[in-house]
């Protein structure tokens, strides 16, 4: 990686270079003078003949046993299992994939033998798993403490802009004609969906595969070298306030976004400051909380607003979310717009609270998770 290059793409996304070659010649052609290397990561037949393989330049002549150790440093708690019930296509595509967000395992389900071809052999640089059936992939998933999710458009599942993925997830996919059997959704405790406002009835399973990988990432993965207290978290990624650190465990909370029409002074939304002994004292948040097992997140919302402000809420329609990494963890905010139907609310967790118009949202302190909600906020009640 250069500053020039500062993500390592100094190929195009099928390993050919900028200028129509493919890949990397021989050492002595790229690097006239130059001694070849002692490293013994480089691999003798590469450095003589070449490098055309679909790698970054950062592992340009490396051996395969090479990558797949540097890769070993920094794989994600990430899992995905595939069902291998047709020899699909798709699978060897989902696995490419997974090399791209390098997961810490692939889990090949049903047949042994798979279609590798779309895997372009990327798989030499992942671990990958055989088993034979539903059962024994949720019996290696509870003795490895991991999670089953189930993506899948049909039955009970959740939009996944708003679900709480889990840190040692297994993101579980179907074959593209048929989905995911009974037999393995039956033991996959959570489930997720890609919303989709167009007339096709499902999407491509790899296309499915690459959108819900990429949401565990956001979710769970800080950018390669972000970091600085000042950035925050929306669709783009996760803030962070720990130097780039990986959080330890992940909050999953809700927020109430209360709104009131002021008249000539417009929309007002309410913000309650955080009082003294508690993380981000001080700060103004969205009135709201932490979502406890066996919740949803309406549920757990009102709840919450009924233990903090001692009235009633219902809970409407999904806003937007935060995700921030704070000292004490990571944060995943999920507002709703909500309606007071109960009594004046009245403070038992918070020391003040106002009712700000969108001019006046900037005039006090905000939790760097909800400022993505802020965001939102504005652009909608801009926008009429």
């Known amino acids: 990686m250069t500053d020039n290059d500062p993500h390592g793409f100094l190929t195009w996304g099928n390993g050919e270079k900028i200028g129509g070659i493919v890949g990397v010649g021989p050492w002595v052609e790229e690097h006239p003078g130059e001694p070849l290397p002692e490293d013994p990561r480089y691999d003798p037949e590469l450095l003589a003949a070449g490098d055309r393989r ?59 033998k798979w279609n590798r071809r779309g895997a372009l052999v990327t798989d030499r640089y992942l671990n990958i798993y055989h088993r034979p059936d539903a059962a024994a992939l949720a019996q290696w998933a509870a003795e490895a403490g991991y999670t089953l999710v189930a993506v899948d458009n049909t039955g009970d599942t959740e939009p996944i802009e708003t679900a709480a993925l889990p840190q040692k997830a297994v993101l579980v996919f179907g074959q593209e004609s048929v989905g995911i059997s009974d037999e393995l959704r039956a033991v996959c405790p959570q489930a997720v969906y890609i919303p989709q406002y167009g007339s096709t009835r499902s999407l491509n ?27 925050v978290g929306g669709a783009g990624g996760a803030g962070t306030g720990a130097g780039g650190s990986a959080p330890t465990k992940t909050i999953h909370v809700v927020g109430a976004v209360f709104c009131r029409d002021a008249g000539e002074r417009g929309t007002q939304i309410l913000a309650a400051q955080r009082g003294p002994g508690k993380n ?13 097992p066996g919740e949803s997140p309406q549920e757990a919302l009102a709840r919450e607003i009924r233990e903090e402000l001692l009235t009633e809420a219902e809970v409407e329609q999904f806003v937007g979310r935060g995700i921030y990494d704070y000292p004490f963890g990571r944060v995943v905010l999920d507002a709703y717009f909500c309606d007071l139907v109960g009594p004046k609310p009245q403070l038992i967790e918070h020391v003040q609270a106002r009712w700000l118009g969108v001019e006046e949202l900037g005039d006090v302190q905000w939790a760097p998770a909800d400022l993505p909600i802020l965001a939102e906020l504005r652009r909608r009640l801009s926008a009429g």
């Open 54 to 112: 679909n790698v970054t330049d950062r592992f340009r002549y490396w051996s395969v046993e090479a990558i797949h150790a540097e890769l070993e440093k920094s794989r994600s708690a990430l899992h995905i299992a595939i069902e291998n019930l047709e020899h699909d296509l798709n699978i060897g595509s989902i696995v490419r994939t997974g090399n791209a967000f390098n997961v810490g395992g692939v889990h090949i389900v049903g047949r042994r």
């Open 205 to 231: 399973v790899a296309a499915a595969a690459a959108i819900a990988q990429h949401e565990w990432v956001r979710q769970h993965r800080p950018l390669r070298g972000a970091g600085g207290a000042g950035a």
């Open 280 to 292: 981000m004292a001080g700060y103004w948040e969205f009135p709201g909380g932490k979502v406890e």
